[in-house]
């Protein structure tokens, strides 16, 4: 399955922005799909993932209660709603597919989320 993520951009801190995650070549059900980030300089780092089930999503410390990531079975896109944002969830965001959350294999092109102060 190839993906692409999308949505990114500048905001100021506060703000939203709406990331999204497409499959083509294949349907993105059946699949974990994960969002993770890379900030410049650090590791990559998972925010959230939602498992095949579509049961109990996982988020990380950092953006819980911020982030929701939602799976759109009619449109087969998974969305990551990101609220409150602030300067240091600056990152490129990607998306990326698997068996299960832990198991992530498909990634696609990532998108900048820039963050000012």
């Known amino acids: 399955v190839q993906l692409q993520a999308s949505g990114g951009g500048l905001v100021q801190a506060g703000g939203s922005l709406r990331l999204s995650c497409a499959a083509s070549g294949s349907t993105l059900d059946g699949y974990a799909i994960g969002w993770l980030r890379q900030a410049p300089g650090k590791e990559r780092r998972a925010v959230s993932c939602?498992?095949?089930?579509?049961?109990?999503?996982y988020y990380d410390d950092a953006v819980r209660g911020r982030f929701t990531i939602v799976r759109d079975n009619a449109k087969d896109t998974v969305y990551l709603e990101m609220n409150s944002l602030r300067p240091e969830d600056t990152a490129v965001y990607h998306c990326?597919?698997?068996?299960?959350?832990?198991?992530?294999?498909?990634w696609g092109q990532g998108t900048q989320v820039t963050v000012s102060s």
């Open positions: 939602m498992p095949s089930d579509d049961d109990r999503a």
């Open positions: 990326a597919a698997g068996d299960t959350c832990v198991s992530l294999k498909h």
